[in-house]
C-alpha cells in the first residue's frame, strides 16, 4: 500500500497469522498503544499492563466468549514511521487463547528504550491509522472491523488522520482511548484540559456508526477506560434497543 509505515508493513509480511479458520468471526479487532515521547517509562506500563488486566477481567473475557470469536492484532507506535506489532491475528476461541494474548501485551518490551532510542518519539495518529489498514487487509475475515486507538496527544508528524478515515477505512468502526495526565508533557486531568484531547480524537478520528471515544484521567486510569471500551466493542447490540449495550459501573 502506498504510504503505509513501512515498519509494521514488513513486521506484517514477517509474522504468520496461526489458528483455526476465522469462520464465523464476529469482529477483528486492531488495538494500536501510542508510545511517544509523552509516555514515559511508569505510564507505559500502566498502559500495557492495564491492557492486559482489562482483557483479564471476568466481564470482558465473558464478552470476548460469547458468541462467534473475536480475533485481534495489537502494535504500538510513535512517530509516522515507529511502528512495532506486539501480537499478531489471534483468534481468541477460549480463555487460553485470551490469557496468552493478554501475556504477551503485559510482557511486551517497549522499542527503543524510555523513551529515547531509535524512535524520535513524535505523535503521528494518522501513520497509526495506515498502519491499521495494512493490519486490516490481512485480518482473517469477520462480520465486522474494528480499530481501538489509545494515545495522550495529538497528531504532530505525518499525515492528519480526518482525511484519511473514509479514504482508508470505510467500512470500518475507530474508536478512541484519549488519556490525560501530568503536565507538561500531557495534557492536564480532564477537568484541567477541559476535555479538549476527547473533543480532538471525536473530531478527527472517530469513524463509523457507534464509534465513540472513552476517556481516562491519566494512566493510573487507563484500566478501567479499557475495561469499559473493551465492554462497548464486544457486546453486541441489544435486541430491540437503540445501540450497544453499556457496560456496568
Keep these: 500500500m502506498v504510504g503505509a509505515p513501512a515498519l509494521v508493513l514488513a513486521l506484517a509480511l514477517a509474522w504468520a497469522w496461526v489458528g483455526a479458520a476465522a469462520a464465523g468471526c464476529r469482529l477483528a479487532l486492531v488495538l494500536g498503544m501510542d508510545v511517544s515521547a509523552s509516555v514515559d517509562s511508569r505510564e507505559y506500563a500502566l498502559m500495557m499492563q492495564g491492557t492486559a488486566a482489562a482483557m483479564r477481567a471476568p466481564e470482558v473475557q465473558a464478552a470476548f466468549l460469547e458468541g462467534a470469536p473475536v480475533a485481534v492484532a495489537a502494535f504500538v507506535w510513535a512517530g509516522a514511521r515507529e511502528q512495532a506489532m506486539v501480537a ?32 524520535g518519539g513524535r505523535t503521528a495518529v494518522g501513520a497509526a491509522l495506515q498502519a491499521a489498514r495494512v493490519l486490516l487487509d490481512r485480518a482473517p475475515g469477520c462480520d465486522a472491523q474494528t480499530v481501538d486507538l489509545a494515545g495522550d496527544g495529538i497528531n504532530n508528524d505525518g499525515p492528519e488522520p480526518g482525511p484519511l478515515r473514509a479514504a482508508l477505512l470505510d467500512g470500518v468502526t475507530i474508536n478512541a482511548l484519549a488519556v490525560s ?69
Excluded at 493478554?102 to 524510555?114: K, M, Q
Design 181 to 249: 495526565g501530568d503536565l507538561p508533557f500531557d495534557h492536564g486531568t480532564i477537568e484541567e484540559e477541559g476535555g479538549r484531547l476527547s473533543a480532538w480524537f471525536r473530531d478527527h478520528v472517530l469513524h463509523g456508526p457507534g464509534a465513540f471515544v472513552e476517556s481516562a484521567e491519566d494512566y493510573r486510569d487507563f484500566e478501567r477506560a479499557m475495561t469499559r471500551k473493551l465492554l462497548r466493542e464486544l457486546r453486541p447490540p441489544v435486541i430491540g434497543g437503540t445501540g450497544t449495550a453499556p457496560p456496568p459501573g
Design 88 to 119: 499478531d491475528w489471534v483468534l481468541v476461541k477460549d480463555a487460553a487463547v485470551l490469557e496468552r494474548l493478554a501475556g504477551r501485551i503485559a510482557g511486551f518490551a517497549r522499542p527503543g528504550g524510555d523513551p529515547q532510542g531509535p524512535w
